[in-house]
């Protein structure tokens, strides 16, 4: 009788093992899919999401370096206007310098975008001709010389410097909107991984979950009937011994 019960007890205890094993495996499985799952889609999120700050400085930083000629633009047209006031050329001479880090900073932060880069260039010869523009309405200012000839010059080198600006400011534009494409596929990017990145997670706990609690309760009543079937078993051998 105790060997009937020690066999019966083995093999029970073999089966649950064996069942656990089982479990475990798939649980564990599940758990790796899901933890890969969230790691990969976090990582591609938080990569997204410097992807679109690094975008967005560009488009910030544009913006600086127009409103830094903007400021000089004022400047000019305040000393002209005002016959050489010097108070007027603060921020003309304080501009240049801004202007030229703006354009540094554009010109790293786009180090990989060819299309920007050439855009940059273009607009540092812009640059450079619209501060040289100035330069020369400047000087006619200071040489103090009002005339004919004073006006002509300083209405044709304006003129010079307005289509030098607007230049400019296509130029801007152009790496403004590249960089709104740019911006605008990203985001969907972004967008897309904080969508799908929680249900994913969700459903895989919920699976492993689902499994877990099944095959408990699956080997829970297969033990349930193994010992039913070993009581009877043993009610037998007791009756025949």
Same mark, same amino acid.
């Given at each position: 009788?105790?060997?009937l019960?020690?066999t ?16 475990f495996s798939?649980? #564990?499985?599940?758990?790796?899919v899901?933890?890969?799952a969230s790691?990969?889609s #976090?990582t591609? !999120?938080?990569? *997204? =999401? ?9 488009l910030?930083?544009s $913006?600086?370096? #127009?409103?830094?000629m903007?400021d000089?633009?004022?400047?000019h ?6 016959? @050489?006031?010097? &108070?007027?050329?603060?921020p ?5 310098q801004?202007?030229?880090t =703006?354009y540094? *900073?554009?010109?790293?932060l ?14 540092? *010869?812009?640059?450079n $001709? ?5 330069? %020369? ?6 040489q103090?010389?009002?005339?004919p000839?004073?006006?002509r010059?300083?209405?044709?080198a304006?003129?010079? @410097? ?6 400019l400011r296509n130029? %801007? =534009?152009?790496?403004k @909107?590249? $960089?709104k494409?740019? !911006? ?9 991984y904080?969508?799908y990145?929680p249900p994913? &997670?969700l459903?895989a706990a919920l #699976?492993?979950?689902h499994?877990? &609690?099944?095959s408990?309760?699956? %080997?829970?009543?297969?033990m349930?009937?193994r010992?039913a ?7 037998k ?5």
């Open positions: 009788m105790d060997q019960r020690q019966l007890s083995t093999t029970n205890n073999t089966y649950v093992i064996r069942q656990l094993k089982t479990v798939i649980s #564990i499985a599940l758990l790796l899901s933890l890969y790691f990969t #976090i591609k !999120l938080i990569n *997204n =999401s410097k992807s679109v700050n690094h975008t967005n400085t560009v910030i930083e $913006e600086n370096l #127009i409103s830094y903007k000089a633009e004022t400047g047209r305040g000393f002209l206007l005002s016959n @050489g006031n010097e &108070v007027f050329l603060e003309y001479k304080t501009s240049r801004k202007v030229l =703006s540094a *900073n554009l010109k790293m786009t180090e990989d975008n060819t299309l920007q880069q050439e855009n940059l260039r273009q607009a540092l *010869n812009l640059i $001709e619209k501060y040289a523009q100035m330069e %020369i309405t400047i000087k006619l200012v200071k103090g010389e009002f005339g000839r004073y006006e010059e300083k209405n044709e304006m003129l010079k @410097g307005k289509v030098v600006m607007d230049n130029v %801007i =534009s152009r790496m @909107g590249l $960089e494409k740019l !911006l605008d596929a990203r985001t969907k990017e972004q967008t897309k904080i969508v990145t994913l &997670v459903v #699976i492993s979950i499994i877990t &609690v099944f408990y309760v699956k %080997i829970k009543q297969d349930d009937k010992i079937k070993q009581k009877i078993d043993e009610e051998y007791l009756e025949t011994s």
